[in-house]
């Protein structure tokens, strides 16, 4: 089955390449890791989950994810997360840890609350359910969360009922902020023939469809494929995320992201804490 919301990840990276079924892992990251963050002269964010998911199934044996955060937490650097997995419940006890120590905050992916069509856009994920009960949990151990909201797939996630829905399980989730990129998606250069195939897969006249939103004369081998609904979509949710006082600039979003904290400055040192290695 396909999955159409991978696109992106399939032009950006080719060592991960889902309908091969193949996987890369490198597993001494977590040793190459701290190397790294020992030659850091100050303490920062690090940025994972951007280019991949860091909870792939192959987590659950490969520990790599942990490792690597057990290191972050050892040596009191932030760490900003983005995954669509509720795998990452398993590490709740170090995220804590991290967020007591200096910054831990997640980012999670949301598309639809529709179940079904959840598990047709992306077959290998975590559920609809289970993201949401992953920002729960979070919430509940006092980790902030942001949530991104897309990408919208015209005439399959772009009604106003689906938007309503999620901004709502956002407010229940208590996020910082949405991060929303335009109500549409873009297609990058190269992906075009395997989305219209994950197209053609879920309707047949998808495709079609999806050609008239183009100007006239423009291939369909990149670009924006805009929503019908764009206009009333972006009205509703500026008016929405602004009563529910959710911070949605993407700037400030960037910022909150990648802001680094010591909560343990100006913190007196035990005996304990000048012996430690």
Do not use: W
């Not at 993201?131 to 015209?154: F, N, Q, S, Y």
Request: aromatic letters at 6%.
């Amino acid at each position: 089955m396909c999955s159409i919301l991978s696109c992106d990840a399939k032009i950006a990276s080719s060592r991960f390449r889902e309908s091969d079924g193949e996987l890369e892992a490198k597993v001494n990251a977590p040793e190459l890791l701290e190397a790294t963050l020992r030659r850091k002269q100050s303490r920062c964010m690090i940025m994972v989950g951007s280019a991949s998911e860091p909870y792939p199934k192959e987590e659950e044996e490969t520990l790599l994810m942990r490792r690597s955060l057990e290191v972050i937490d050892r040596m009191e650097f932030g760490v900003s997360l983005r995954t669509k997995s509720l795998r990452m419940l398993r590490d709740l006890d170090i995220l804590e840890s991290i967020q007591r120590k200096t910054r831990c905050v997640v980012e999670v992916m949301l598309t639809t609350t529709d179940e079904a069509l959840a598990s047709r856009l992306e077959p290998a994920e975590s559920a609809v359910g289970e993201r949401l009960e992953l920002l729960r949990a979070l919430r509940d151990a006092g980790i902030p969360t942001v949530v991104t909201l897309g990408p919208v797939l015209p005439y399959l996630t772009d009604s106003l009922e689906n938007l309503e829905a999620l901004l709502g399980d956002c407010v229940e989730a208590r996020v910082y902020g949405v991060i929303q990129n335009g109500f549409g998606v873009t297609l990058r250069a190269g992906s075009s023939a395997y989305f219209f195939s994950c197209l053609r897969e879920l309707d047949p006249e998808l495709p079609e469809k999806y050609e008239a939103l183009l100007p006239p004369g423009k291939p369909r081998k990149a670009g924006m494929f805009l929503s019908p609904n764009a206009a009333a979509l972006a009205e509703f949710f500026q008016k929405s995320t602004a009563a529910c006082r959710l911070v949605t600039d993407q700037e400030a979003l960037f910022a909150y992201r990648h802001a680094f904290l010591d909560r343990r400055a100006g913190q007196q040192l035990s005996l304990f804490d000048l012996f430690e290695t």
